[in-house]
């Protein structure tokens, strides 16, 4: 269980870095602004506010990636420590967006559905 934890988190960790770059890097551009449904006036007006945002995605999932290797690596409690809390907190955002626009279900959901599958993993293989 803890080895699929692991493969899922990073997973979820991947896609953060891919957030990251999205919203830190390639915010105004048009394929960007597709997913995340704005115009070009308001890509310009939130870059500030996406590009910070972008690297809590990027700090979640560094996070996560020393969780990870600290597991691989025999310090299983503090990697689980780690892991943890990158992933719970990936988890709670996406929770956020979903309680707070419902027109985002599906990016909460894709956002959130790694880091919750790593948290039940995670927990079952820790208990067994």
């Not at 999205?22 to 960007?32: D, G």
């Not at 690596?73 to 809390?85: D, E, P, Q, R």
Request: glycine letters at 8%.
């Amino acid at each position: 269980m803890i080895t699929a934890a692991l493969i899922v988190a990073a997973l979820a960790a991947l896609l953060h870095v891919y957030i990251f770059t999205m919203e830190s890097l390639t915010w105004s551009s048009p394929r960007t602004r597709a997913t995340f449904g704005t115009t070009p006036e308001e890509a310009e007006t939130t870059k500030l506010l996406a590009f910070n945002q972008g690297f809590y995605n990027l700090f979640l999932a560094i996070v996560t990636g020393i969780g990870i290797a600290a597991v691989a690596m025999g310090h299983k409690s503090v990697g689980a420590a780690l892991i943890f809390a990158g992933v719970g907190s990936m988890a709670a955002a996406a929770l956020v967006l979903l309680i707070s626009a419902r027109d985002k279900a599906r990016a909460a959901v894709t956002q959130g559905l790694f880091p919750a599958i790593t948290l039940v993993l995670l927990v079952t293989g820790l208990l067994s």
